[in-house]
């Protein structure tokens, strides 16, 4: 089955500064790459997602791209905020139904 | 509003005993799934279902059981085989081959075996 791994598993940095989170996966079938962000005590929620035809994305502060080739896909958080302080996990599947999940990656924004 | 709603939200159960996770969706979602969650290790698929009346194992099933009899509703049962059952569980849903593929999680139920 599909296997991702997902670097580092914490981070911490300077309110204002990037955060770059990094993933790999093992089958390259997947084409679908979405990433989650879980709060203290809640579910986690979908932040940003890409499918295997398109190379980046971008949602205001959060961008994620893919190189098919080298089978990885990052999450990039720019201009950072004490609200982004949270788990973020990648997954990788093809289709929809069988996501596998990253370790996750603790996230701490120090003001 | 619509949402996933678990149930309970915390659990204590003696060795030996089974347990049934409670999970309710009202956003007309057709598919449903479990996840395991332990530290350092990411989200594991128990077991989903992509429409009612039918589910498919995930890739920790073993010691689980579920159902589907309703679209609305997908409850898991930790029995006395699962080996290492205190986790957090999270159930969620997605609108399936129709949807874009994201999944909407309830907020977890913590089961603690004692």
């Known amino acids: 089955g599909e296997n991702v791994e997902q670097h580092p598993s914490t981070l911490s940095v300077q309110e204002g500064d990037s955060a770059v989170i990094k993933c790999t996966y093992s089958?390259?079938?997947?084409?679908?790459f979405p990433w989650y962000k879980q709060e203290l005590g809640k579910g986690p929620q979908l932040i940003i997602d890409?499918?295997?035809?398109?190379g980046e994305k971008k949602d205001q502060r959060i961008a994620v791209t893919l190189n098919k080739t080298a089978k990885h896909f990052s999450l990039h958080i720019t201009e950072t905020q004490p609200e982004d302080s949270a788990v973020y996990f990648c997954?990788?599947?093809?289709?929809?139904?069988?996501?596998?999940f990253g370790a996750g990656t603790t996230v701490t924004v120090r003001a | 509003d619509g949402g996933i709603t678990q149930s309970p939200k915390y659990l204590f159960r003696k060795e030996g005993q089974n347990v049934t996770l409670s999970c309710e969706q009202n956003?007309?979602?057709?598919?449903m799934y479990w996840y395991r969650q332990d530290p350092g290790q990411g989200l594991r698929l128990i077991y989903y279902?992509?429409?009612?009346?039918?589910?498919q194992k995930g890739d920790i099933a073993e010691g689980y059981s579920v159902s589907r009899e309703k679209k609305e509703s997908f409850p898991l049962t930790v029995t006395s085989a699962q080996k290492n059952p205190t986790a957090f569980y999270l159930c969620?849903?997605?609108?399936?081959?129709?949807?874009?593929?994201?999944?909407?999680f309830g907020e977890g139920s913590r089961l603690t075996v004692l």
């Open positions: 956003l007309n979602h057709d598919a």
């Open positions: 890409i499918r295997s035809n398109v």
């Open positions: 997954a990788a599947s093809i289709g929809d139904y069988k996501l596998s």
């Open positions: 089958d390259s079938a997947s084409n679908y």
């Open positions: 969620a849903s997605s609108m399936g081959r129709q949807g874009s593929g994201e999944l909407f």
């Open positions: 279902s992509q429409i009612v009346n039918d589910f």
